[in-house]
């Protein structure tokens, strides 16, 4: 086994195209449990630890660019009132230690259904960037970047250089269902944004489907009961049993699991009340924020 | 590979490191320093942690040539010259410790987390500790050794 330790982005990327063998490696806390169970043995670590402008985020054409290098406790404490959604998933992301360690750009790699970052990089519609030595830049919708359980978009030439996240308009939410605080892999999760600018509402749903996904249909029903209502303008209350209604809707966008952390009936149940939640919750700080 | 890093204050080399190998195993097997402990290796249970960089981190989710070059502290490097740190002093006035395997990890997250914020609610040292495991203590007088170093 060989360890690459390129130190700027153009080595990283002949890496990856001369050894598609190469495991990229940045926090390590997926990587290294499947090394130290003997799960995986690649021809090579490719340590991304070392290329310093993965590590940065800046404003970029009215987004945030988030390299994917920057890691939770990084999002937590710099951009927690920027991208709230995000914020708040990466504040439920396993321990201080993890949170120290662990990236935004890793749990895209590893695309579990599970990852947290995932409901709110969907709700916030996102999109990744990825690059290879021979064909350059790419952005892939983050919808359009799950392509089954734990696999992704990502040719074998290609490395995440980054995450373009629009700072929001409106409130965001973030939920998430696991048996104590710290520590868990999500039973269910979900994300939750309110796009005032576009009059457009944005969800994902976490750990209730083969890949992370959004509550298409059900996002496009609140948006236009809220339109239809002129509630986008007067920012009154939310009409009885429209939350619930939302809930019903994305519950009906899931298609989740029996497994060891939960059945598929409690996923599902836990999704209408988390979606119900979310949207009372952000309509009511949208509300405040008049 | 060979890597070289500095640990406590201390350059080290290690030669014939595997390249696969995580940053505690590198410690405990290679520089001689078994303080951090080795209990889950999957980042769950916090025995591991040592600062790099000034950053607490699980030793075992740290490939070991990651740490090429860099600065960690270990529990070992904890204590000074005039004797233990304020918060190792602690854990063992308010029996804090019973078979210790946790301990190393606790005493790293505990002085990072007062070296951050020297007075610390209950809510904010829990939340500090949850990446922290104890199977015989029951947490009670970790709590109390924390808030005891707190007030030291
Ligand atoms: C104890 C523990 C608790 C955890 N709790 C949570 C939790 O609550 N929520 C959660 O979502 N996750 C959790 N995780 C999983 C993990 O911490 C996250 O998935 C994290 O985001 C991974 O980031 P990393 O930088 O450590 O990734 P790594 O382990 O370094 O890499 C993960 C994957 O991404 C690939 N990769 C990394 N960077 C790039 C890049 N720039 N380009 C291409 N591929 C890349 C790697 O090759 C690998 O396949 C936990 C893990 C542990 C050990
Ligand atoms: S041994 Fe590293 S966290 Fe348990
Ligand atoms: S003292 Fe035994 S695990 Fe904590």
């Known amino acids: 086994m060989d360890f690459l330790a390129p130190s700027t982005w153009a080595e990283a990327l002949a890496a990856k195209a001369e050894r598609p063998d190469a495991l990229p490696v940045a926090g390590g806390t997926d990587v290294m449990v499947e090394m ?35 890691t939770y406790a990084r999002v937590i404490a710099e951009l927690g009132s920027t991208l709230p959604g995000l914020a708040m998933a990466s504040r439920t992301v396993g321990s201080p230690q993890i949170r120290n360690r662990g990236t935004v750009g890793g749990n895209l790699g590893a695309a579990s259904p599970a990852g947290d970052s995932h409901p709110a990089l969907l709700a916030a519609d996102a999109v990744v960037e990825v690059e290879s030595a021979a064909r350059g830049v790419r952005h892939v919708p983050v919808a359009d970047f799950y392509t089954g359980v734990k696999r992704n978009a990502l040719e074998q030439d290609e490395l995440i250089s980054a ?51 959004r509550a298409t249909d059900a996002a496009a029903f609140l948006a236009g009961e809220l339109e239809a209502a002129g509630l986008w303008e007067s920012r009154a209350a939310l009409p009885e049993g429209l939350a619930a209604e939302f809930g019903r809707k994305v519950r009906d966008a899931a298609a989740p699991i029996d497994d060891v952390r939960g059945t598929a009936a409690y996923r599902l149940h836990t999704l209408s009340v988390m979606a119900r939640r979310a949207a009372t919750w952000a309509w009511d700080e949208h509300r405040r924020a008049a | 590979m060979r890597i070289e890093l500095t640990v406590n204050g201390e350059r080290h080399e290690a030669d014939d490191v595997w390249e696969g190998e995580s940053l505690l195993y590198a410690l405990r097997e290679r520089l001689g320093l078994p303080g ?104 009670e007088k970790i709590l109390d050794a924390v808030r005891t170093a707190a007030h030291s």
């Open chain 1, 163 to 213: 995450v373009l996240i629009a700072p929001p308009s409106g409130p965001q939410q973030f939920c998430k269902i696991g048996t104590r605080n710290a520590m868990v892999i999500a039973v269910s999760a979900f994300g939750f944004a309110l796009h005032p600018d576009r009059r457009a509402v944005g969800t994902g749903i976490g750990s209730a489907a083969p890949t992370p996904r």
């Open chain 2, 36 to 139: 951090s402990k080795n209990a889950c290796e999957q980042g769950e249970c916090g025995s591991c942690t040592v600062y790099m960089d000034g950053v607490p981190v699980c030793s075992c989710l740290v490939a070991a040539g990651q740490a090429q070059g860099r600065d960690v502290t270990t529990v070992e490097g904890l204590a000074g010259d005039d004797g233990l740190d304020p918060v190792q002093q602690a854990f063992v006035e308010c029996g804090a410790v019973q078979c210790g395997f946790c301990t190393p990890g606790f005493l790293v997250s505990t002085h990072d987390l007062l070296a951050r914020n020297p007075r610390p609610s209950d809510p904010e040292i829990r939340e500090a500790l949850a990446g922290n495991l104890c199977r015989c203590t029951g947490y």
């Open chain 1, 36 to 70: 130290n169970f003997d799960h995986r043995r690649p021809g090579a670590l490719l340590d991304l630890t070392r290329v310093a402008p993965l590590g940065e985020w800046a404003f970029d054409d009215g987004r945030v660019r988030l390299g994917a290098g920057v």
